[in-house]
């Protein structure tokens, strides 16, 4: 068997995924990922930046995904068919966001990450948190709204960030949330949106959900307009545009979570 690799040797645990993938294939050929040349299978080892990346290459009908990354939200997620995000972008795996604390996802240095795993991020989330004024025009599903928002989400799946928020029974439902700017500006601003997020993060919310400033909608189809071009966090990466066409799309692709301490892999499922 032939699999092909894709590894991200600068993700917290890079260093590992030669040793792990040495004892989870030992009968396969691991070979670096050629776009001109077949494979059984791909293997992605790093987080979820990587993973991104790797969907947007040709992809084969099995994909093995060896989380080693901070958070790895997409690898908390058991094996099946591979759902995306399809945007003029391209694919993404779990979030497409922008406003308040998004852009810790891509600004928290490598060298904390590595060092400190989740905790980097707090130091990044006081110097974030703070009020935005995005004005956007925003269709999705039965939603068609026009504003001013401190965050526009766009989900596949119902976690992101490290936090199972989305409350809905769909296992792989795609999601648009959005959170007004708060009416005051200073201190009670910053009060009203402190509570907005824990509303969201923190107690959960389902859809379709439309009180206090927050709305959750599934969105298998959504349309984002910006006034501007800004900065958005996508599975960790940063994107710039002013214009997202987003569609949940499922790939004829079956992705396996590797867990380290499993039995090993000789050949890809069918």
């Not at 890079?14 to 050629?34: E, M, S, V």
């Not at 948190?129 to 504003?147: M, N, S, T, W």
């Amino acid at each position: 068997m032939i699999y092909r690799t894709f590894i991200n040797p600068t993700a917290r645990k890079g260093d590992k995924a030669q040793g792990i993938l040495a004892h989870r294939f030992p009968q396969a050929t691991l070979l670096p990922y050629r776009v001109d040349e077949p494979a059984d299978a791909l293997v992605v080892c790093g987080g979820d930046g990587t993973l991104r990346r790797a969907l947007n290459l040709e992809l084969p009908k099995d994909l093995y995904y060896l989380p080693l990354g901070t958070v790895n939200d997409k690898g908390h997620l058991s094996s099946g068919k591979l759902v995306v995000g399809d945007t003029n972008l391209g694919r993404f795996s779990y979030v497409f966001a922008t406003g308040s604390l998004t852009d810790i996802g891509y600004n928290t240095p490598r060298s904390a990450k590595r060092r400190f795993g989740r905790l980097a991020y707090l130091g990044k989330a006081l110097d974030s948190f703070r009020i935005q004024h995005i004005p956007a025009k925003i269709q999705a599903g039965l939603l068609v709204d026009e504003g001013e928002y401190t965050l526009v989400m766009l989900l596949v799946g119902k976690r992101c960030f490290g936090f199972n928020f989305v409350k809905d029974d769909l296992p792989d439902g795609a999601y648009l949330l959005t959170v007004r700017t708060p009416s005051h500006s200073g201190l009670i601003g910053l009060w009203q949106l402190f509570w907005r997020y824990a509303r969201v993060f923190w107690v959960g919310i389902k859809p379709d959900y439309h009180r206090h400033g927050i709305d959750l909608v599934r969105a298998d189809r959504a349309s984002i307009e910006l006034s501007h071009p800004v900065h958005w966090c996508v599975d960790g990466d940063r994107l710039t545009t002013e214009k997202v066409d987003f569609v949940r799309t499922p790939l004829d692709v079956t992705m396996h979570v590797l867990r380290k301490r499993k039995k090993t892999i000789t050949s890809p499922t069918v």
